[in-house]
Nanobody, 129 residues
Framework: QLHVAESGGGLVQPGGSLNLSCAAI????????IGWFRQVQGKLHHGVAC????????YYEASVKGRFTISRDSAKNMVHLQMNSMKPEESAVYYC??????????????????????WGKGTLVTVSS
């Protein structure tokens, strides 16, 4: 069964760091653009970070630039989101999604409401003291 799966969520203090992972099951991630999205109170927001796993091109939402880093690990077929200096308002369920890299751009993957091929089930991140 083809899907993606998130891991790494948890409780972190304000100013702390967390690393999320998105693993591909039955997919070869290098052929996909991967995005990380937040859901707060049932509302899915735009992507915070997206990466074209084929060419490494990246997009970051303005509010996370300089603090979050999205990266690919082709050997492990995973994409990671390193989140530093976290803020309480960034508490959310974080989802990763995948779409064939030839059918989107990192900007469109993160910003638009276009369909994505695969969604994970999400991982909860709570930023609180």
């Amino acid at each position: 069964q083809l899907h993606v799966a998130e891991s790494g969520g948890g409780l972190v203090q304000p100013g702390g760091s967390l690393n999320l992972s998105c693993a591909a099951i039955g997919l070869t991630l290098v052929y996909f653009t991967i995005g990380w999205f937040r859901q707060v109170q049932g509302k899915l927001h735009h992507g915070v970070a997206c990466i074209n796993s084929y060419d490494g091109n990246k997009y970051y939402e303005a509010s996370v630039k300089g603090r979050f880093t999205i990266s690919r690990d082709s050997a492990k077929n995973m994409v990671h989101l390193q989140m530093n200096s976290m803020k309480p308002e960034e508490s959310a369920v974080y989802y990763c999604a995948a779409k064939g890299y030839e059918r989107t751009t990192v900007d469109n993957m993160c910003i638009t409401r276009e369909d994505r091929d695969y969604w994970g089930k999400g991982t909860l991140v709570t930023v609180s003291s």
